[in-house]
Nanobody, 120 residues
Framework: VQLQASGGGLVQPGGSLRLSCAAS????????MSWYRQAPGKERELVGT???????NYIDSVKGRFTISRDNARKSLYLQMNSLKPEDTAVYFC???????????????WGQGTQVTVSS
C-alpha cells in the first residue's frame, strides 16, 4: 500500500488549501484516516481523524478552520484548510489504518508528506 499526499504549497495568511491523499495497492478495508503535521524543529502532531462512519475530530488549534473528509469508494482522504495561519506551516502527512486482506491485522500506512507554507 502506498499513499500519495498532494495539494501543498505556499499561501498567504487567511488563504485556503485543499490537501488530498490517494492510495494505491491492495486495500481490503480502511478504518480511521488521519492527517498529521510536523513543523520545523517540532514533533509530528495529529491534526484530525475521520472514522469509517465519517465522524471527524480535530485538535483545538484547527477547529472551525479545517475540515477532513473521505471518499471510501476512491480510498481517498482530504483536508480542506481555510483561514490559514503562519503557525499552520508544516509538512502534512496522511495516515490510513487499514488492512490489506480480510483476516489480516489493521496497520498504519503513511504518505510521504506535502509541504504547506503560510507566509506573506
Amino acid at each position: 500500500v502506498q499513499l500519495q499526499a498532494s495539494g501543498g504549497g505556499l499561501v498567504q495568511p487567511g488563504g485556503s488549501l485543499r490537501l488530498s491523499c490517494a492510495a494505491s495497492g491492495s486495500i481490503f478495508s480502511i478504518n480511521a484516516m488521519s492527517w498529521y503535521r510536523q513543523a520545523p524543529g517540532k514533533e509530528r502532531e495529529l491534526v484530525g481523524t475521520i472514522t469509517s462512519s465519517g465522524f471527524a475530530n480535530y485538535i483545538d488549534s484547527v477547529k472551525g478552520r479545517f475540515t477532513i473528509s473521505r471518499d471510501n469508494a476512491r480510498k481517498s482522504l482530504y483536508l480542506q484548510m481555510n483561514s490559514l495561519k503562519p503557525e499552520d506551516t508544516a509538512v502534512y502527512f496522511c495516515n490510513y489504518n487499514a488492512r490489506i486482506r480480510l483476516f489480516s491485522n489493521y496497520e498504519d500506512y503513511w504518505g510521504q508528506g506535502t509541504q504547506v507554507t503560510v507566509s506573506s
